[in-house]
């Protein structure tokens, strides 16, 4: 009898386990898959997707001091590596051409590079390109530039933004400057009058697609010293103006303009202003540092170290998502959003997952060689999306285990 109660208290006791266990999928409102690239211990730092292709998405990873750059078409159910001539600190896509895409890095050789046909062949610029136009008097040969924010006009192809990252504490090292070309990266000129030149990282820049003489520049302290908040310019990158010191984070690691208004991911929360005029405000204050944003159709989603958040243009109302990943020891670093819909998030543990869930297939492609990369071979790896039994699925079987 002892024995019959003692075996009801144990499967009473693994029931509520298994139901606390089971809170998180059974009232998810985003169901993600996991996303296998065939490589153990990732960190992902830069996601990104294609915004004239629906279900491209590229990611660049890192694995056991390997860096590698992979890419998928079908909304993550099937992945292939490109080979980019450096490991990407950026990558953009134009506009209103899905063949064009630009990345930048810290190679010297590369600094920016191009490609037309999307990632098969590249046009890399060196490092000299844009340390010839600032005229400097005094150099540290063995300085190097490192490029981080790039942009391609949305209206036009041939005018690319660049911005550069002071990472040494040397004096007569390069500091961070903003880039402009007018011949799709042939050539490229200093344009930042109003810039301050300081200790900070030009992050990430947004041209608006209705006017593109309005332009803004994030800046941060990752890979350099400080955040300088952001930059703003009304005639195409000729002068700046330092906007937010006060009234933002000085990390700011993201931007997206919706509509009349911007919204600024910080160290600290997301605030949003209108366009004309000064006044910043916070959003939402559970929302604390937000590292990523981004907009499709009427929804802007938010990745922060509280989890994922989305909110309507009217930026109203703002809904944390319940995903069905345990991120009681996560964060989000970056969300995705294609045109159909596809959602892709990074965790900064657990990698890569996609919100669309399709049967899981093989990579056997890998996209044409730039030069050779001195990296171990992945090309024969499995790079599936993983389709596992949801918790429900599980408590199912479990009970169906204990009539057998």
């Known amino acids: 009898m002892k024995k019959i109660q003692i075996k009801t208290i144990y499967l009473l006791l693994t029931l509520f386990a298994l139901f606390l266990l089971s809170l998180t999928s059974i009232f998810a409102n985003l169901e993600l898959q996991k996303v296998d690239l065939g490589l153990k211990n990732i960190t992902i730092s830069e996601l990104v997707s294609n915004p004239n292709n629906q279900g491209e998405f590229w990611v660049v990873v890192k694995s056991n001091s390997t860096e590698y750059t992979f890419k998928t078409v079908d909304s993550g159910n099937t992945w292939s590596k490109v080979n980019t001539p450096a490991t990407p600190n950026r990558i953009v896509f134009q506009n209103k051409d899905k063949n064009i895409v630009a990345i930048t890095t810290n190679d010297p050789k590369s600094s920016f590079a191009i490609s037309k046909d999307n990632g098969k062949t590249w046009k890399s610029t060196s490092q000299e390109a844009f340390i010839s136009p600032l005229n400097l008097v005094v150099r540290d040969q063995n300085e190097t530039l490192r490029l981080k924010g790039v942009a391609i006009d949305p209206n036009d ?22 880039f402009k070309s007018v011949d799709g990266g042939a050539t490229w000129k200093e344009s930042d009058s109003g810039i301050l030149h300081g200790l900070t990282t030009m992050n990430s820049i947004v041209i608006d697609s209705s006017n593109s003489n309005n332009i803004y520049v994030t800046t941060n302290s990752i890979g350099s010293f400080q ?11 000729a002068t700046w103006t330092r906007v937010g010191k006060k009234s933002i984070d000085r990390d700011v690691y993201d931007l997206v303009l919706v509509e009349d208004k911007i919204l600024a991911a910080t160290r600290g929360w997301v605030f949003k202003r209108k366009v004309s005029e000064t006044l910043w405000q916070n959003v939402n204050f559970n929302i604390v540092n937000a590292f990523d944003l981004t907009k499709n159709n009427n929804t802007l989603y938010v990745a922060s170290r509280e989890g994922l958040y989305k909110t309507n243009f009217n930026l109203d109302v703002w809904e944390k998502q319940n995903i069905s990943v345990n991120l009681s020891n996560d964060i989000v670093t970056n969300v995705e959003v294609d045109s159909g819909g596809t959602i892709m998030i990074a965790l900064e543990k657990q990698g890569l997952y996609v919100s669309s869930a399709k049967e899981t297939k093989t990579i056997v492609k890998e996209e044409q060689k730039v030069e050779e990369p001195k990296v171990e071979k992945v090309e024969e790896k499995k790079v599936t999306k993983k389709k596992e039994k949801s918790i429900l699925q599980k408590i199912g079987d479990f009970f169906r285990s204990l009539f057998k």
């Open 157 to 178: 192809a041939n005018i690319i933004y660049a911005g550069s990252v002071h990472h040494s504490s040397n004096v007569y090292a390069i500091r961070s400057h903003i």
């Open 227 to 237: 955040g300088e908040a952001l930059y703003s310019s009304s005639d195409a990158g």
